[in-house]
């Protein structure tokens, strides 16, 4: 069995840190503020950034260097046989599509997966490719594995403020002052690739009843059949500070009692700078299960 290094980046959720404690490798995403390239989890800290977001400061997301991507697989690939690289998802950055790109030139050692996934479903993934090595798969059989199940997630989410949204054109300045005006929260759903309405509502305390209505309707239909195999993981993230989203957390482990752990981390920053501060979401996603005659 070949030796396999485990690649992600920081939308994934996972630090630096918690990535040297797991024995995978976290490219920091990269954003530019006034100007000046800051690395998520490196130079620029969630404090930091929340700081600059709320003080009206340009900020604009980035992908990878590809220079460093590679120099980081070819350090890799002088200890281990092969790699299994995973990207935030192909539809909210281009990160995805430009590591497969670079990953023709290195003859199938470098797996590149594009499973749809953000945050921590992404997260799920990196822990689900982790199992895979164990199980002695190969990382093209880990990609395959990874890219079969990938709209075996649900994520929702909901927003303190339009602000986010106006700026960046997915609402107009007219439809801003209005939901404003009302208290108007919008609920957003990613289900694959990209960032979709889901709903509008007044107020918080609606918006996370909506989420988890939207939740137990995907747990009951959907992933119904995994969630009798106690194959459905649970998670909550956030942007900004966590109290908030430690209350929604007891009303997620009320809602739902057979899952007994719900994992939460904050919002990966690609997605906090288009969303803003204040943000809440609920995500669940299938967990790969070995098989150990497979």
Request: proline share 3%; aromatic share 6%.
């Amino acid at each position: 069995m070949g030796k396999i290094a485990i690649v992600t980046d920081s939308n994934s959720g996972i630090t630096q840190d918690q990535g040297r404690e797991l024995g995978i490798f976290v490219v920091p995403m990269p954003f530019y503020i006034n100007e000046k390239m800051y690395l998520e989890g490196i130079t620029l800290s969630q404090e930091e950034f929340y700081k600059r977001l709320t003080q009206d400061e340009p900020i604009s997301t980035s992908q990878p260097n590809p220079g460093e991507v590679c120099g980081l697989w070819d350090n890799l690939l002088e200890e281990y046989d092969e790699i299994v690289h995973i990207p935030m998802s192909s539809g909210l950055s281009a990160s995805c599509e430009t590591a497969m790109a670079l990953a023709r030139d290195y003859d199938g050692k470098v797996q590149v997966v594009n499973n749809q996934r953000i945050s921590v479903t992404q997260r799920q993934s990196v822990l689900d490719a982790m199992e895979l090595v164990k199980a002695g798969r190969n990382a093209a059989e880990i990609k395959q594995t990874l890219e079969d199940e990938k709209f075996q997630s649900s994520i929702y989410i909901t927003l303190e403020t339009l602000k986010y949204l106006k700026r960046g054109g997915r609402i107009t300045p007219a439809a801003a002052a209005i939901g404003t005006v009302l208290n108007l929260k919008p609920v957003l759903q990613i289900q694959g690739e990209k960032l979709d309405s889901y709903a509008k509502v007044r107020g918080k305390k609606q918006a996370k009843r909506v989420m988890l209505k939207a939740m137990q309707e995907d747990m009951e239909k959907r992933f119904s059949e995994y969630l009798k195999k106690g194959e459905m993981c649970l998670q909550i993230a956030y942007t900004g500070t966590s109290e908030e989203a430690e209350e929604f957390k007891k009303e997620v482990q009320e809602t739902f009692p057979e899952i007994h752990e719900i994992h939460m981390d904050p919002l990966s920053l690609s997605v906090a700078c288009h969303i803003g501060d204040g943000a809440l979401a609920i995500a669940c996603a299938k967990k790969v299960t070995v098989s150990e005659n497979a």
